[in-house]
Nanobody, 118 residues
């Protein structure tokens, strides 16, 4: 199983980007799909998550009200719509997957760089 993240780029503060994460094969019906990010010199942090089966969503405080995570079962893809971007959102964004019954994210995408200029 491979996760392919895309959609990063350079955007001005206040702008928007939509990240995509496509699963190359397999089914994630019993998984939590999440986005993480890692800024230069900082630890990787959780951004948002979604239960593939129920659609329940989870957000870090920094993402609430600005970011929206969603999924498309038919396309085996998860998205992160980011609005109101700030320079502090600059990071490499990774999608990841873990089984519902586990805290371990066993599948990771390669990361996509988001740069927000002030």
């Amino acid at each position: 199983v491979q996760l392919q993240a895309s959609g990063g780029g350079l955007v001005q503060a206040g702008g928007s980007l939509r990240l995509s994460c496509a699963a190359s094969e397999g089914t994630f019906s019993s998984y939590i799909m999440s986005w993480f990010r890692q800024a230069p010199g900082r630890e990787r942090e959780f951004v948002a998550g979604i239960s593939w089966s129920s659609g329940s969503t989870y957000y870090a405080d920094s993402a609430k009200g600005r970011f929206t995570i969603s999924r498309d079962n038919a396309k085996n893809s998860v998205y992160l719509q980011m609005n109101g971007l700030k320079p502090e959102d600059t990071a490499v964004y990774y999608c990841a997957a873990r089984p519902l019954a586990s805290n371990h994210f066993g599948y990771w995408g390669q990361g996509t760089l988001v740069t927000v200029s002030s």
